[in-house]
């Protein structure tokens, strides 16, 4: 027991002695230590790995203003009585509310009409009558167990009719303190629904691997703070979120393909018919300009993407999550300033919808450590909240008047009016851009149930004309005559006549296929063996009397008409070298691009401009055809090439139809890109051999149009 360790010096620097316990080495104490570390570490990052958010609900005044009246003022005019005694003798009612934000507190203003007096053997005795605006400065209370907005009053003040200070009597003033204060602190704002739809939308954008995650991170909802903004309260909604994925196992936008990329394609028809469901609504709103364009051109661009994607099968997992997310952005100053003035009765479904909106957009910059993906259930969860009329999600093919009206656009496209009997059934427009007939599939096959199947079909029968989506072929370019350069758009193989065309005429063409356009009217725009020069002399005539109708509305200048007039003949060049219709397989087809989204002479693009043009009739009908595609390059020229003046003035003719041209081949997105790639000197394949096209049409060379036709 009295034994005593001796070490030397050496020894001193590498043993440590702790009290009660044995003598270690230094450097067994650091290992441990690291350990110890690397757990707090580890710890920590499991912790990180749970993050909270806030997800707003933003409350517009113009939409709170509509929520309290509903609310509070339930009586003709947005007025309430709060008090009526011997027959009108003590009267007190409040009208005509408006919510504005004055140094971070609500300002609440109301007119007020009071009459005060003592009914006394049925008369009044001694009225004292005020009419006059009371202002309050209220505080926003949320509850987070109820999820009710209440108000606070902090300070108020009364002014008479003409905004002055005002000076009443106290028998009035005291009935204001006594009714009016309890009755409009008393009002409550239920964001329960809100929410709850919440909650219903998140859920299902989550994995479903990770569904119990989802619904731990759902639990955790909470209140957070409230602020008063210039232009909205914002109710701030907590909750917990955890990443789904660790950084090397997220997944990576690998591109889609087969069943994956279908999904998807149906995914975005119903993201296609609600965000034309959104815009077409706001047609009967009074807009700004800007705002107009701003609608137009995110309509349009979000489906010239979904092209270019389905062009060059480059979809991934999240395409339409980042097209949502980035639309809303663009376009919800508008909505929430014009929805609200909604006369409807669904205000707190907008409410809902925006918070949807807001909430994927929070989730969305996270990351892809979340996993989020917009589902179909997602969007119809959306669209519910909006309307119960659920077939605003269906990708109808009719024209939707509310979407031309938008686009400023005549009912139906200037000098052509559709073939009486083109379609074979009634259908109801909706403001989704669409029917209520629900599609079979994708809008190049939605049509394929009014025709025979091919196991139908007699084999021994000579060919007909019926509507038939040729099988997938790369188009071949002739790049010196035309016809099928541009980016996506022609199917333009020549095709040299086999002889059928007697027989094909001899045959009957039934109505199921054609509607109320004759067997004449369809092949007398077939690309004949012979006379090829006299067929594109008819297709101009129908080209010069598209493009009259255009330059007459008088909608650019006088001087640009002639120009106007040679690129819509340049256009119809570059794009389907003259062509309505093609003989593939023994039959003869409306003209299909290589993606199969353009149609016919003009190549208008179904998908882009689904719900202004009547898909049958720019499939069969030339002049229907010829006269949208120069409605739409005309949109373009006056709406986009000619908005900034100082632009325009410093391009030449030539120039100013290559832009209009690239916008109508890729959409608005080409003004600033054909500019960019101008100023560069670096323009696309496409805007060359158009500007060559047109050059020939201005200077006559019109010889060179049948090269094409011919395979010279």
């Known amino acids: 027991m009295g034994h005593k360790t001796s070490v030397t010096g050496h020894e001193k620097s590498i043993l440590w002695r702790v009290p009660g316990m044995t003598v270690f080495k230094r450097s067994t104490i650091v ?5 110890c570390v690397l757990l707090s570490l580890s710890s920590r990052a499991i912790a990180a790995r749970t993050q909270t958010v806030m997800l707003p609900i933003t409350i517009d005044y113009k939409l709170l203003q509509k929520l309290i009246v509903r609310k509070a003022y339930t009586q003709a005019n947005q007025s309430v009585t709060l008090l009526n005694l011997g027959e009108g003798c003590v009267y007190l009612s409040l009208s005509k509310p408006s919510i504005s934000e004055a140094q971070g507190l609500l300002k609440f203003e109301t007119e007020v009409r009071v009459h005060a007096g003592t009914p006394l053997a049925g008369q009044c005795v001694v009225p004292i009558e005020w009419q006059g605006i ?120 690998e591109v889609l393909s087969g069943k994956d990329q279908e999904k998807l394609i149906r995914l975005w028809e119903q993201w296609d018919a609600l965000l034309s469901y959104l815009v077409a609504g706001m047609s009967e709103k009074v807009l700004k300009e800007n705002e107009r364009r701003e609608l137009i051109d995110v309509l349009l661009d979000t489906r010239y993407r979904f092209v270019d994607a389905l062009s060059t099968n480059n979809f991934t997992h999240d395409f339409v999550r980042r097209q949502f997310v980035t639309s809303w952005t663009q376009l919800m100053p508008i909505f929430r300033n014009h929805l609200a003035e909604s006369e409807d009765d669904e205000n707190l479904g907008y409410l809902s919808f925006f918070t949807a909106a807001d909430a994927l957009a929070v989730l969305d910059r996270l990351g892809p450590t979340f996993g989020i993906e917009l589902s179909r259930d997602g969007m119809v969860r959306l669209a519910r909240m909006l309307t119960k009329d659920q ?85 071949k370019r002739d790049v010196s005559t035309g016809g099928g350069e541009a980016r996506g758009a022609q199917n333009t193989v020549c095709l040299v006549s086999n002889g059928l065309s007697a027989r094909i005429r001899d045959f009957f063409l ?34 010069d009397a598209a493009s009259k109708t255009q330059r007459e509305r008088g909608d650019f200048p006088v001087s640009l008409r002639d120009m106007y007039h040679s690129m819509i003949i340049a256009m119809a060049w570059q794009e389907s070298c003259f062509r309505q219709f093609v003989e593939k397989n023994h039959q003869l087809v409306y003209l299909l691009s290589y993606n199969n989204t353009s149609v016919g002479l003009m190549q208008v693009n179904e998908r882009v401009w689904r719900g202004l043009y009547d898909i049958q009739e720019l499939r069969w009908n030339i002049k229907y055809n010829a006269a949208a595609g120069s409605e739409i390059a005309a949109l373009y020229l006056r709406k986009y090439a000619l908005r900034d003046k100082s632009v325009a003035k410093n391009l030449n003719q030539s120039t100013l139809a290559s832009l209009v041209y690239a916008m109508y081949n890729g959409g608005p997105g080409q003004y600033r890109a054909f500019r960019k790639r101008l100023a560069k000197g670096k323009l696309l394949s496409s805007d060359v051999l158009f500007k060559e096209k047109y050059s020939w049409v201005i200077s006559g060379q019109r010889e060179k149009m049948s090269r094409c036709l011919k395979g010279t």
């Open 31 to 35: 290992f441990y230590l690291l350990i």
């Open 134 to 253: 009371l202002v309050l400065y209220q505080r926003p209370v949320f509850d987070g167990s109820t999820w009710q907005l209440s108000f606070v009053t902090t300070g108020s003040k009364l002014l008479d009719m003409n905004r002055q200070p005002a000076t009443i009597a106290g028998v009035v003033w005291d009935l204001i303190k006594e009714r009016v204060f309890q009755y409009l602190e008393g009002i409550r704002i239920d964001l329960a629904p809100p929410v709850q739809d919440l909650k219903n939308f998140l859920l299902p954008l989550f994995p479903e691997n990770v569904q119990e995650q989802t619904r731990k991170m759902l639990s955790t909802l909470r209140t957070g703070d409230i602020r008063v903004l210039p232009q909205a309260v914002v109710v701030e909604i907590l909750a917990d979120v955890q990443e789904v994925y660790s950084p090397e196992e997220v997944r990576k936008e």
């Open 391 to 475: 077939t605003i999600l269906e990708y109808g093919n009719r024209v939707n008047p509310a979407l031309r009206k938008l686009f400023e656009l005549k009912p139906t496209p200037d000098g052509m009016e559709p073939s009486d009997d083109i379609h074979r059934k009634e259908v109801t427009p909706d403001r989704g851009g669409g029917s209520g007939e629900k599609p079979s599939g994708p809008l190049e096959q939605t049509i394929k149930n009014t025709i025979p199947a091919e196991k139908d079909m007699d084999k021994n029968e000579p060919s007909r004309l019926q509507e038939l989506r040729p099988k997938e072929e790369k188009p």
């Open 510 to 543: 039934p109505s199921a296929w054609a509607g109320g356009l004759s067997q004449n009217d369809i092949f007398r725009w077939q690309v004949p063996e012979t006379g090829v020069d006299t067929y594109i002399k008819k297709v101009i005539e129908v080209l």
